[in-house]
């Protein structure tokens, strides 16, 4: 079965990094558009970045130039690079998997179909 495993989360002060990882296993890892997202207390849960087969990222407006996507092919693994956080990025970060081949038109949560247990990071002021 299709599983996700998040790590990598922590405590840091603002303008700190962090590297999330997610092991993925159960499925083609290779062919499947791959998702970070995350969520704060009582808001929904937010595109943060997704990566296609082909390795090509996209980003939320609020995290580019900070965020960076990768995945390891190899490793099944997918990674999330965190640099000059800030105290509105502390949520709870999910990784997903979204549609084969192709990722969906915008980050929308409702199109990736599994989902981690999710992974918390907090930034502090």
């Known amino acids: 079965q299709v599983q996700l495993v998040e790590s990598g989360g922590g405590s840091v002060q603002a303008g700190g990094s962090l590297r999330l990882s997610c092991a993925a296993s159960?499925?083609?890892?290779?062919?499947?558009?791959m998702g970070w997202f995350r969520q704060a207390p009582g808001q929904e849960r937010e595109g943060v970045a997704d990566?296609?087969?082909?390795?090509?990222?996209r980003y939320a407006d609020s995290v580019k130039g900070r965020f960076t996507i990768s995945k390891d092919t190899a490793k099944n693994t997918l990674y999330l690079e965190m640099n000059s956080l800030k105290p509105e990025d502390s949520a709870i970060y999910y990784c997903?998997?979204?549609?084969?081949?192709?990722?969906?038109?915008?980050?929308?949560?409702?199109?990736?179909?599994?989902w981690g247990q999710g992974t918390q990071v907090t930034v502090s002021s």
């Open positions: 159960g499925f083609s890892f290779s062919s499947a558009c």
């Open positions: 997903a998997r979204g549609p084969v081949y192709m990722c969906p038109r915008s980050l929308d949560p409702s199109e990736f179909t599994s």
């Open positions: 990566i296609n087969r082909f390795g090509r990222p």
